[in-house]
């Protein structure tokens, strides 16, 4: 593969079908969902897999975005910020983050609220602590960890312990 | 009454969903993306910059150099008068004087030298690798090794660049008689590392121009602040700049004052005539934007037997540039905090080939708290005195600087109520352990001066079917502003929160200020109050009722105390007008003078040292402030635990390290640079506020928070450490080879 090959790239987003001919193989997953698709709602914080802003769903995952080619993605299936909430229903997790207020800025939101998501599915959320650690690839710098937490307990269904 | 209710914030919706816009998330048709060539080392001249093997790369459309560049012209600082130094200065708004690409000098390592334009992102980026630079290499001036001789020795007393706010030194009484009688004395050195914002959002401009006028979304803390420089740097009539800027992703004072990759982008997007699209990566981030400097604080503290203060005394120096005298007033801290009869201050700078420092929170008592409030403790345990009782007994009845009176101070209390929390009276005395853990508490005074910027303007558009508008152009950082101010209107013209919509951050509307030195709601929460009022007092007398005796009440006017009343669109309907415009501002001139201003507070804090491998954790903490009137204790609440854990960044993780042989930062990105992470952080952080209403500072009663919270935090966690193992650290951050 060499950088001036272009690529056909077929994926699902947010249950929508795209195909995109004529693809740079240098475009990450991040740059695709932002710069091609205007799928916004992903942020780049460091673009090194550092801050976790670019957080979305890769067949179910989360990764970040920024450390995945698209080229790699071909028929997979990936949902982002933009496509967790049921039309104008929103996900539990996102309003648990407005319930317990769990953000200010709103920076690193939409990947703190795609990990949570992620993380309730997979089981991580069984104390508070767990909630901490598994949530510490998402940068705050406003800082609104303990509200966080909050909100991932509440939206995991648990009782405050 | 909505003012004091928790409401949850209405920029949710936007913010959980991905729909909240910041700068980078906007297009243009035919935008060009910038990625910027710097230097790689610190002082010298750039020879040659060879771009062929960058426009050979596909998508590349140009490389600017400094050859390209129009002359940029002097931005003169808003504080400059008539024959004095000021004339010479640049200054805020602006961040810097030096404007890089404007010829082959180079001042510091990460100075912007070329601007790759290409078709895509990956395209620049690609560009940008194959941008071939020649040097003559000069010899940096470095900063000092960090200790107390060498700093001392290169400390100047600074010049007025723009950033002498006030003057670099200042002596009240004796200090001399002061330091003889005393009984007990403390002298101590306390150094900090250079430190960055990291704010999670890099900076990011869309400069777009059409037939000569320039629109820009940029991330920042002050819209008209950009129009401004711009204006002045492009040479264009400010009216011809619109700046738009709807949330920011974070500001914390970095994106306060005006960098030059905002002008950058702006100039190159007129050269290219397409717009351009210049969003900073990490690494710019810290060498294109400002950061706290490396500071030294040189601290005497003198007491009689009864701990009263006989003299203070804080020489402090912090690092700067080469070009502009940037100035850290951390001795603001000694002028506000305690009563004494004699103080000797000073400031001064040690000038280096490095980027430019600037504000970051909590700037000014955030590094004044660390080496105050350290030395304070060191006093009392001197003393054999309970540091809060040494606190009490040294407390500021008024201003101990100026003598003033106090336009609300309830420190008394916040210190009372912060203890009671906490169990500060009932702590163990004798060393304590959890385990492989030692326990320690500690605690420290919080204090930040108030900053009301003129004149911040705010328009409320009262629609016939009860809606509102609030129009002002300040921003969101996140701060709670999109909450209070429909919140300070809905109180005023008895409307739900719903009815209640808030436009800001565009040079379109009211100017409002800069989002900094926590100044919004005193300052253009006021502005909003005064509107809301003026269109009430229209509505009144549309209704035939006077305007200083009516109330709004579910959507209802009426003479004060009266039953029912007439509804909005009732009085409306007996005119032509579709909504009423109200207008407001706020002028700090008219309100307070003659009266010292502060916010004041207590942090009391947990933490667990283990001293076989000298980790340090937060396990709980209390703070406790007098911050005048809480308009929403929701978002307070999470700008104080922010603060706290801001706080907690700076006692224990945070450092730009500059490395000793070019002075450049050796970590540039997230992996390098420890910030807090969720797993740092406990939930048991307790916020409270005392009940009160400073009606002196602002007509809102409320003053500002968001630069509180952060102060006090890194000594009251270095008394902690000392509590638990008896080891005094006096160099931030607190990290494991101090502790072993």
Not at chain 1, 9 to 25: A, Y
Not at chain 2, 92 to 108: K, L
Not at chain 2, 197 to 215: C, F, K, Q, R, V
Request: some cysteine.
């Amino acid at each position: 593969m060499n950088f001036h090959d272009r690529h056909l790239l077929r994926l699902r987003v947010n249950g929508e079908d795209h195909s995109l001919s004529d693809l740079d193989p240098r475009v990450t997953l991040l740059d695709l969902l932002r710069e091609r698709l205007h799928l916004t709602g992903t942020k780049k914080g460091c673009n090194f897999g550092e801050c976790g802003a670019c957080t979305v769903h890769l067949d179910g995952r989360r990764v970040n975005a920024c450390m995945i080619l698209a080229v790699s993605c071909e028929g997979r299936e990936v949902t982002t910020i933009e496509g967790l909430a049921d039309g104008d229903a929103l996900h539990p997790v996102q309003q648990a983050f407005i319930d317990h207020d769990g953000f200010q800025c709103g920076f690193c939101t939409p990947g703190q609220v795609m990990s949570a998501a992620a993380l309730i599915e997979e089981g991580h959320t069984g104390s508070d602590a767990e909630i901490r650690e598994w949530m510490s690839g998402n940068l705050c710098r406003c800082s609104a960890y303990p509200q966080i937490v909050e909100a991932v307990r509440a939206a995991a269904g648990r009782a405050s312990q | 009454m909505m003012i004091s209710q928790p409401v949850a914030r209405p920029d949710g919706g936007v913010k959980v969903t991905g729909r909240a816009r910041y700068a980078a998330d906007y297009f243009a048709p035919d935008l060009l993306y910038a990625v910027l060539v710097t230097a790689p080392v610190p002082a010298g001249r750039v020879t040659s910059i060879m771009v062929d093997d960058a426009l050979a790369e596909k998508g590349v459309v140009r490389v600017l150099t400094h050859e390209d560049m129009p002359k940029f012209g002097r931005f003169a600082s808003p504080r400059a008068e008539p024959d004095t130094q000021m004339q010479q200065a640049e200054g805020p708004p602006a961040a810097q004087s030096f404007m890089p690409m404007q010829g082959d000098e180079i001042r510091h390592e990460g100075q912007p030298l070329a601007i790759v334009l290409g078709e895509t992102l990956e395209a620049a980026e690609a560009g940008a690798r194959h941008v071939a630079l020649r040097f003559e290499f000069a010899e940096p001036e470095l900063p000092a090794p960090p200790e107390w001789t060498a700093i001392d020795k290169a400390a100047v007393v600074p010049r007025e660049s723009g950033f002498l706010f006030l003057e670099p030194t200042f002596t009240k009484g004796d200090v001399d008689r002061g330091l003889s009688d005393a009984a007990a004395m403390v002298e101590a050195v306390y150094l900090q590392p250079s430190r960055h914002h990291n704010a999670m959002e890099p900076s990011a401009t869309l400069a777009e121009w059409n037939d000569g006028e320039l629109t820009l979304h940029d991330a920042t803390q002050h819209v008209y602040g950009v129009r401004q420089v711009l204006a002045a740097r492009l040479n264009v009539p400010a009216g011809k700049v619109r700046v738009i800027s709807r949330h920011t992703g974070g500001g914390f004072g970095g994106k306060g004052w005006i960098w030059p990759h905002q002008v950058l982008a702006a100039a190159a997007a007129r050269i290219m005539q397409r717009p351009v699209r210049l969003a900073l990566s990490r690494a710019n981030a810290y060498s294109c934007l400002g950061y706290q400097p490396r500071m030294a604080q040189k601290i005497v503290l003198a007491a009689d037997r009864s701990g009263k203060l006989t003299a203070v005394q804080q020489d402090v120096v912090n690092l700067t540039t080469v070009s502009d005298d940037f100035v850290e007033f951390a001795t603001e801290a000694s002028k506000g905090l305690y009563a004494t009869p004699a103080m000797r201050l000073s400031q001064r700078v040690e000038r280096a080939n490095v980027a430019m420092p600037t504000a970051l929170r909590a700037p000014v008592e955030g590094p004044g708290t660390w080496a105050l409030e350290s030395a304070i403790d060191e006093l009392a345990h001197r003393l054999g005195i309970d540091p809060l009782d040494l606190r009490l007994i040294n407390h500021a009845d008024t201003d101990p600087a100026t003598g003033q009176p106090w336009s609300s101070k309830k420190l008394r209390e916040a210190y009372e109520e912060g203890a009671r929390l906490f169990g500060w009276r009932e702590r163990p005395r004798k060393p304590q352990r959890d385990g492989d853990w030692l326990i320690g508490y500690g605690m420290a005074t919080c204090s930040m001066g108030c900053f009301r910027h003129p004149t911040p303007a705010a328009e409320v558009r009262l629609h016939r079917d009860g809606r509102v508008l609030i129009r002002t152009g300040t921003q969101d950082i996140g701060t709670g502003t999109l909450t209070i101010f429909p919140q300070i209107a809905a109180d005023v013209l008895g409307l739900p929160m719903e009815k209640i919509e808030l436009e800001m951050g565009d040079t379109e509307l009211p100017e409002a200020g800069p989002t900094y030195g926590s100044s919004s709601t005193m300052g253009v929460g006021a502005a909003v109050l005064a509107a809301a009022e003026d269109a009430r007092s229209q509505l009144a007398r549309l209704a035939n009722l006077l305007p200083d005796e009516v109330e709004m009440h579910d959507g209802h006017i009426r003479r004060r105390g009266a039953a029912g009343g007439q509804t909005i669109a009732d009085v409306m309907s007996h005119t032509d007008i579709g909504e009423i415009i109200g207008s407001g501002s706020f002028d700090p001139a008219q309100h307070g003078n003659g009266l010292a201003m502060r916010t004041f507070g207590a942090i009391f804090m947990e933490v667990g040292v283990d001293p076989g491998l000298g980790l340090l954790r937060l396990r709980r903490a209390v703070g406790s402030y007098s911050a005048g009137r809480i308009v929403n204790p929701r978002t307070a609440r999470s700008q104080m635990t922010g603060g706290i854990i801001w706080g907690w960044g700076m006692a224990a993780m945070e450092q730009s390290r500059h490395e000793p042989v070019l002075g450049r930062f050796l970590s540039k990105n997230l992996s390098g640079v420890a910030i807090p992470v969720n797993a740092d952080i406990p939930g048991d952080i307790i916020i409270h506020f005392v009940d009160e209403v400073d009606e002196h500072a602002s007509p809102i009663g409320g003053k500002g928070i968001g630069e509180l919270g952060a102060t006090g935090v890194a000594a009251a966690v270095a008394n902690a450490v000392f509590d638990a193992t008896g080891k005094r650290i006096r160099e931030l951050p607190i990290t494991p080879e101090k502790l072993l």
